[in-house]
């Protein structure tokens, strides 16, 4: 038995294509597939792709067929989006998102709201530095987390609906708020992705600096920057500008760890350098037995 009759895909890139493989597959998420996005271009792709049943620029005529809409666009663009999308819902549908930050998306969808739709925020904790339809893939998301973070207008009917969407996209599931969740990403993936672009950027204005070939040489720890570092500036543009408060006080905290780091490599201090390294190991096999890493 599907969870919804019409599911609507707001934004088919990584994650919304992601989602319509794995439905498309199953056949148990949803009985009809719409994609819509404001690119032609992409709209072109998903129907060569196969992945929805429609796929269409015209957002108001699609979500008013919709049981579901998913926002699946960068977080900039959410308060826009459901700004549109919201009214042209019918009633007793159900609006979610899988935006990578959760208080200023919620903030930002809020004020278009209706009593008559309820709205579960979430974020399914996987992806890649690709973007675009092409991207997508149907197993994303197994045994991957999914964060939701239910809300006064999240009914018990579209939790338990939101869940079993992405228990059938095989993710494991978890409730928090939305400030628990931003500060939570914050360390987890915004601040990595930080480090990561930061110090590729450093290398490379000292190759340029130096006129050297010092990028020629990245071992195998820098290239695991890189990877990241590939990631869509839009999409990070908007994430780190919309968790501003929690990223700031993360990177705060690390730059003082650094620093600590810094003093210890300074004095010598072998036993700090050998407990943070030795913290780093920990973490890694924790993260293997669970199979996160
Ligand atoms: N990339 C990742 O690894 C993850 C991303 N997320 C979140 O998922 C969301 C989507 O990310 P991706 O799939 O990576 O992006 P993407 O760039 O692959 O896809 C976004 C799609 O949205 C479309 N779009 C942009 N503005 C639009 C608008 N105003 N109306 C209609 N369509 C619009 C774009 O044309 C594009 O097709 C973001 O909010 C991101 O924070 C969540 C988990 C992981
Ligand atoms: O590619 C990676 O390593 C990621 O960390 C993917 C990712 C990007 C954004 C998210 O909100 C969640 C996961």
Redo the contacts with the bound molecule.
């Keep these: 038995m599907p969870v919804f009759g019409t599911l609507v895909v707001?934004?088919?890139?990584?994650?919304?294509?992601?989602v319509l493989r794995r439905a498309k597959a199953r056949g148990d998420l949803a009985q009809r597939l719409i994609a819509?996005?404001?690119?032609e271009q992409?709209c072109a792709r998903v129907r060569e792709l196969g992945i929805a049943d429609e796929a269409t620029?015209d957002?108001t005529t699609a979500v008013a067929q919709a049981d579901c809409v998913m926002?699946?666009?960068?977080?900039g663009?959410?308060g826009?989006?459901a700004a549109?999308v919201v009214p042209a819902m019918k009633s007793g549908a159900v609006l979610t998102?899988?935006?990578?930050?959760k208080v200023s998306?919620i903030e930002a969808i809020t004020p278009s709201l209706r009593a008559d739709i309820a709205y579960v925020p979430a974020?399914?904790?996987?992806?890649?530095?690709?973007?675009?339809?092409d991207?997508?893939l149907a197993n994303l998301f197994e045994d991957r987390w999914c964060l939701l973070t239910p809300l006064a207008c999240t009914t018990a009917q579209s939790l338990h609906d939101i869940r079993s969407l992405w228990e059938r996209c095989g993710a494991r599931l978890r409730e928090m708020t939305p400030s628990h969740h931003d500060r939570v990403c914050a360390i987890v993936s915004h601040l990595p992705h930080l480090l990561a672009f930061t110090i590729c950027g450093t290398a490379d204005h000292l190759a340029a600096e130096t006129r050297s070939e010092v990028l020629d040489f990245a071992a195998s720890g820098f290239r695991d920057f890189t990877r990241i570092a590939a990631?869509?500036p839009?999409?990070w543009r908007?994430?780190f500008l919309a968790n501003k408060t929690a990223l700031l006080e993360m990177l705060g905290r690390f730059m003082e760890d650094a620093k600590a780091m810094g003093r210890a490599i300074e004095e010598d201090d072998t036993a700090y350098i050998v407990s943070r390294i030795e913290e780093g190991r920990a973490i890694r096999k924790s993260l293997q037995e669970n199979r996160q890493a």
Excluded: K, R, Y
């Design positions: 707001v934004g088919p890139g990584l994650i919304g294509s992601s819509v996005d404001s690119s992409v620029t957002i926002l699946c666009v960068p977080v663009a959410m826009a989006v549109t998102d899988v935006g990578s930050t998306v974020h399914p904790m996987a992806g890649t530095e690709f973007s675009g339809p991207a997508g990631s869509d839009i999409m908007d994430i």
